[in-house]
Each structure stands twice: as C-alpha cells, then as structure tokens.
C-alpha cells in the first residue's frame, strides 16, 4: 500500500525545481525595467512559488495573513 505523503510537501524532486526556478528567474528578469524592479519582481515570484508548494490556497498566495 502506497505510504500518504504528509501534505504541503512537495514531490518535486531537485533538479526539477532548479530548471522552474531558472525558468522563473529568467521571465522575470527579462520582463523588469530596472535592477531594483527585477529583484523585487524576483523576490515575490518565488515566494509565491514556493507558498503554492506548501499547499497555501490560491488567492491568499500574494498576502501575509
């Protein structure tokens, strides 16, 4: 029988993640005006990205709550 995997685990592996987060990385980049504006985009793609791993519902994502 299959083992339930505790929620809000990702099953990504490693090498997975890199090529999303490299792919994230460079539109978001490519997308940015400024240094500054690129980071900041930078910054909250991948937090978003990340909370969407742990399961956090759709629409509170973008907020602290």
Do not use: F
Not at 15 to 33: C, D, G, I, L, N
Request: proline content about 3%; glycine content about 4%.
């Amino acid at each position: 029988m299959a083992k339930k995997r505790k929620s809000g685990t990702s099953t990504l592996p490693n090498r997975s993640v890199k090529r999303t987060v490299a792919r994230t990385v460079k539109r978001t980049v490519a997308r940015a005006s400024t240094e500054q504006d690129a980071n900041w985009k930078l910054l909250s793609a991948l937090i978003i990205k990340q909370r969407k791993a742990a399961g956090v519902p759709k629409l509170l994502r973008k907020y602290k709550y």
